[in-house]
């Protein structure tokens, strides 16, 4: 053993930790004392095995740590004396001692009965661990579990070198290092499960969700002081609680107080006051008051993931969502820390100014964001995180913003503000750092350019909007040096999108992908996720040799090495071919067609492989338990509503689901049969779409703006590209063009992130447009995608903007070039300085250029037909 490393007597510890170092002071938090006997007995036998000097400190009432032993020193001291002469005792002790002397104590607990405070508990830790550190020793103590304030533990980690959390679930001892000084390993600060005497780590994200909920008594030490009146409340209650006289939750007082104390935490809007006073319980209330860090609101979007997990485990039906659902495992920054955060860092004036602002710019948002980042947090929240992040040790985390107006009945806010993920690897400086950085990012999203145009045309500029956060562990297991669920998406309970008559739109939909779910709500690269129509789940809208090139190419994941979220080729990730159930997850692509595997080992074939999840959805009860989720879900809301989710098949093809988000659903404009008109004369038809997801019939439109396909795929420079985006969006904010409503047309996907397959725009730039139209130029892969379900979607369908993909190459589809190309081109006389973008875009006034022809929309939703033509009525005012 390396120069200053000692054995603590147990090989399977020392590899948890790197061994123990001479000048450790090792505490342990415990439930039970057996547990530190456990570690303690070992500890001491090794140490005079090895001829070290082994001294046992005997002040507690309660049975020996440890048994008579040859060759260990038992010392008595009374604490009765006081904390003056117990210290200056234990000193002399020590002093006399000398050096490289091993000790093992009696529980530090057992001194609050003599002594009466925390305080002095953590003052007598504080002058006697320094000193042992300076003497070379290694000292074992004991606390009990969730005894303490947090002011006196946060005082021991800060001193103590080895902070160790023990305890058993299900007959199971786990063990939680949440301080390791100067030493590192990137399983170190995991729970650990004892197996056959070894030490495992626990890994995957839904186990160890179970194992920490079941083993935390109150992962937040120290909380606020507070005059609140829901603590007022919250305490009522707990006193009922705690003498065992709660009586039925829905007596008068006890209901009063339930729904005063729901009010203050999760809100006031009446649909979610309804689902929260049916489903959620005090205990829920409770649980959320033990995990809120600050104080104020947890904000809309962790109001919907808790009360629709009540509701799947309150109601009766088919499915036990008890054996199905992961536990959330989730932390609350309340909405008062956001105005805390911008009151003391000098940025509330800085929000007033820009909420009241006509408009923001990219660049004055990234300024923005430099302030936030700049500002900092009050010493009992940074406490409060640091709890929280012990909690957590190692496992990734994210922060997703949870404003109160946000994922409520009627705002989404898809989208809008940011989430941010969490490697949660390194040192805990900079674990804390990273999660910092992410909090802060969040709030400034508050600001950003999208969410402020979003809240302007929804009429929300001056409702209370304050940002909650809701910080979740990331679903996943860690698989080679990465870490991601194998299953995530978003479930609809409706699906617009029935690509054949056989599909029951009532059945709802799901859109699949492998890995991090944020390359199912983002419209991303050349990627698609896999579209389930739950009543026919093995019905695909593509077929053939089309199925491998509208599928799934890339992985978003945690990379844990590089301590980030990242992206990586499906190839690379799957490079061996021994991911956990691959089979349920891919084909295999021979003479250009996928087949299914027919054997569950793969490490030897040579084909390709694309992710189709046929096994998966044809072999397990996947679908069959997302069905049942989205029905219980939308008869529970009285509406429809989307979700998102990971999940993951364990043994014997068991499905594990974790619920991440619920909120209501907005059909895409209207739903039931719209009549297409007849009889246009053919000059006058602009073009006609097929494969429509919206429905309905505009007003009559003035403005159309059109990017050339081929002349948007010859541009060779990225930066000119990219430009086309910020042009698009003054051409959406110019009053005129407001006033007369606009069309929009361009290749491929507005919104992506690859600008090569569309035009790189977010909401703020075509937030003001009736119509927005993707045209196919599929030889250079500028393919519309049915993108039903990413957050760009839900922005048009929100926003009553009806989307449609035109297919010129398609024969039941239309469109007359020849006006397109004839039309004169307006660019300049809206922006004079866009000149450099006249070839490519092409802006048209209807009404001046044909003599006072305006276009007009019309979708039907049950065929998926739409036609744009011009008509000469008179335009709405």
């Known amino acids: 053993m390396p120069s200053g490393m000692v054995t603590s007597g147990l090989a399977a510890l020392d590899q948890v930790l790197q061994g123990l170092r001479l000048g450790d002071n090792v505490v342990w938090q415990v439930d039970r004392l057996d547990d530190y006997r456990h570690f303690a007995e070992p500890f001491a036998r090794q140490a005079i095995r090895a001829g070290r000097r082994c001294v046992y400190f005997r002040f507690a009432p309660h049975p020996p740590i440890l048994p008579p032993l040859n060759g260990l020193a038992t010392i008595e001291i009374n604490p009765q004396t006081g904390f003056d002469s117990f210290s200056s005792m234990l000193h002399q002790i020590i002093e006399a001692e000398g050096r490289e002397v091993f000790y093992v104590f009696d529980s530090l607990s057992a001194l609050v009965v003599e002594w009466a405070t925390d305080e002095l508990l953590a003052n007598f830790f504080q002058v006697t661990c320094p000193f042992l550190f300076e003497l070379d020793t290694v000292a074992y103590f004991a606390l009990a579990r969730g005894r303490h304030s947090h002011g006196a533990v946060a005082r021991i980690r800060d001193t103590t070198q080895v902070l160790l959390d023990v305890y058993q679930v299900k007959e199971t001892m786990y063990l939680h290092p949440l301080k390791v000084w100067d030493r590192y390993s990137p399983q170190m600060f995991l729970p650990h499960a004892m197996s056959d005497d070894d030490w495992l780590p626990v890994f995957g994200s839904g186990d160890a969700a179970a194992v920490s909920v079941s083993a935390s008594r109150n992962p937040l030490q120290r909380r606020a002081k507070s005059l609140a009146p829901w603590e007022s409340v919250y305490r009522r209650l707990m006193r009922y609680q705690e003498t065992g006289m709660m009586p039925d939750e829905k007596t008068p007082e006890i209901a009063a107080l339930k729904q005063e104390l729901s009010r203050m935490m999760i809100g006031t809007h009446p649909e979610f006051n309804r689902l929260v006073d049916r489903y959620v319980t005090i205990d829920d209330l409770f649980g959320i008051r033990d995990r809120l860090i600050g104080s104020g609101r947890i904000g809309g979007k962790a109001a919907g993931m808790l009360i629709a997990r009540r509701i799947l485990l309150a109601e009766p039906g088919g499915i036990d969502f008890a054996e199905i659902l992961e536990a959330h495992d989730s932390f609350y920054i309340g909405s008062d ?48 995180f640091r709890d929280m992040l012990s909690y957590f040790g190692q496992a990734p985390i994210i922060a997703r913003s949870s404003s109160l107006l946000e994922d409520s009945f009627g705002n989404a ?15 805990s400086e900079e674990r804390l750092e990273a999660f910092l950085r992410a909090v802060k990012l969040v709030y400034a999203s508050a600001l950003n350019p999208d969410a402020m145009a979003y809240r302007r045309a929804r009429n929300l500029g001056e409702s209370d909007e304050q940002m909650a956060i809701l910080v979740q562990r990331v679903s996943g297991t860690p698989y080679k040096q990465f870490f991601f ?8 309970s409706r699906n ?18 492998f890995g991090l779910g944020t390359r ?37 994941l945690i990379d844990l090495e590089d301590d980030a979220f990242a992206t990586r080729p499906l190839a690379e990730v799957l490079e061996g071919r021994d991911y956990p159930n691959l089979h349920l997850l891919v084909s295999l692509m021979k003479d250009g067609y996928p087949a299914d595997p027919w054997t569950s080992r793969l490490e030897a074939t040579r084909d390709d492989l694309v992710l189709t999840f046929n096994l998966l959805l044809a072999k397990t009860g996947f679908v ?89 795929g010859a541009i060779d420079s990225t930066g000119a590209k990219k430009s086309l985006g910020r042009v698009v969006g003054r051409i959406n904010e110019h009053p005129d063009v407001a006033r007369g409503r606009i069309l929009m047309m361009g290749p491929g996907r507005w919104g992506s992130s690859n600008i090569n397959l569309g035009v790189n725009v977010t909401y703020a730039d075509i937030n003001h447009t009736t119509v927005l139209v993707e045209m196919a130029r599929e030889e250079a892969g500028q393919a519309p995608e049915v993108s039903y379900g990413t957050h760009f979607f839900l922005d048009l369908v929100e926003a009553k903007i009806i ?14 070039r020849r006006i397109f190309e004839s039309l004169p081109n307006i660019l300049t006389d809206l922006l004079p300085d866009a000149e450099r973008f006249r070839e490519i875009i092409r802006v048209f006034d209807l009404p001046a250029a044909t003599g006072g022809l305006y276009a007009r929309v019309v979708a039907d939703p049950q065929s998926q037909r739409a036609v744009c033509y011009l008509d000469a009525g008179k335009p709405d005012r």
Not at 413 to 427: D, I, L, T
Not at 485 to 492: D, I, K, R, T
Not at 527 to 551: C, F, T, W
């Open 337 to 384: 820390v956001f105005f805390t955060f911008l009151v003391n860092n000098d940025l509330f004036r800085l929000r007033l100014q820009l909420s009241r602002a006509t408009n923001i710019s990219h660049e004055e948002f990234a300024e923005v964001e430099k302030r936030f980042l700049a500002g900092s947090f009050s010493p009992t929240i940074m406490e409060q």
């Open 413 to 427: 806010f898809a989208g809008k503000y940011r989430s941010e993920y969490c490697a949660n690897q390194g040192s």
């Open 485 to 492: 669920p194998s299953l995530a998406g978003v479930a609809f």
């Open 496 to 513: 617009p999108y029935a690509w054949t008559d056989r599909i029951d739109p009532a059945r709802g939909m799901i859109r699949l992908v």
């Open 520 to 556: 199912a709500v983002n419209r991303v690269g050349n990627d698609y996720p896999r579209m389930i129509a739950v009543s026919h789940p093995q019905l695909r809208p593509e077929s053939g040799a089309k199925i491998a090139k509208y599928s799934q190419w890339e992985v978003d």
């Open 624 to 712: 069959r338990c997302i069905g049942a989720m989205l029905t219980r879900l939308e008869k529970a809301y009285g509406q429809p509503i989307d979700t998102e989710f990971t999940a993951a098949v364990c043994a014997e093809d068991r499905v594990r689901i974790n619920l991440l988000q619920c909120r209501p659903m907005r059909l895409p404009g209207a739903v039931d049969r719209v009549q297409l008109p007849e009889g246009i004369p053919p000059e006058h038809i602009l073009f006609r779409s097929v494969r429509t997801i919206s429905g309905g019939v505009t007003p009559l439109i003035r403005y159309i703006l059109y990017i050339d396909p081929e002349r948007y």
């Open 803 to 816: 989307y449609l993909p035109v297919y010129p190459s398609d024969p039941e589809a239309e469109f007359n």
